[in-house]
């Protein structure tokens, strides 16, 4: 949990902390908190379309938006879904986990594409004290090169079989690229994350990210956290990539 006074439950509660976003003269907190997963049905915590896997279509591309935003689909989408994660959110982990081969699917049938918010929050809970901000400086590395499954993979790693639990140890920058090239990042990427190429550009692409989540949550920030058209969406209910791609 992001708050290291809290006391550990198994049941799934809300875990606050405070962000500081750096100014001239102000310094807006914002408080943090996981989204809740409540899986009220049964079975509503089971994979959708397991089996399916990251994208796999090679017409998916990657690219960067100038604030930061990593927007994957293919070309000529109209409707994209915002999705604002940290990459040491267990709770987004469990989204991806649980919906990440559904949002794959949708994807390489062209439904939606999805604009990718990274945040860093949890920095201090990592055991680097850095781990949020160098994997999102990573996933900018690949997604420069443009290549969409290539992007899908490392992305569906970094969130389920390789996520770092909170105040553990966590994946050093060389892990990251040889991950990256496990999965076939470009020669290019793969230096960008082992040199650590990047590392300031990708702190304050999470500062706009983090301003812009705030601004749309009333000050009260939440991760995962996902947004169509403005509107957020209910990712408790299990229907909502379904819903999004009709």
Known sequence: ???PTSKHTPQPVSSKTTYALGGLA???????????????????????????GPV???AVSVAMDSDGGIVLGKPGITKTIDIYED?????CGQMERIYGQEIAQQLDEGKFAVRYRMVNFLDPQSGSKDYSTRAIAAFECVAQAGNGPVFAKFHDQLFTAKQ?????????????????????????AVSCITKADGIDTARNHAEAAMKSLTAALGDR???PSVFI?????????ENWVANAAG
């Open 87 to 91: 990459p040491l959110c267990p709770a």
């Open 1 to 3: 949990m992001s708050n």
């Open 229 to 237: 058209d403005g509107k957020k969406v209910d990712v408790n209910d």
């Open 221 to 223: 920030a939440a991760t």
């Open 164 to 188: 770092p639990e909170e105040r553990g140890s966590d994946l050093d920058n060389q892990q990251l690229a040889a991950l990256a090239k496990e999965f076939g990042a470009s020669d290019e």
């Open 56 to 58: 796999r279509d090679a």
């Open 26 to 52: 102000v310094v807006v907190v914002a408080v943090i908190v996981f989204a809740v997963f409540q899986w009220n049905r049964g079975g509503g915590d089971e994979i959708r379309n397991d089996g399916y």
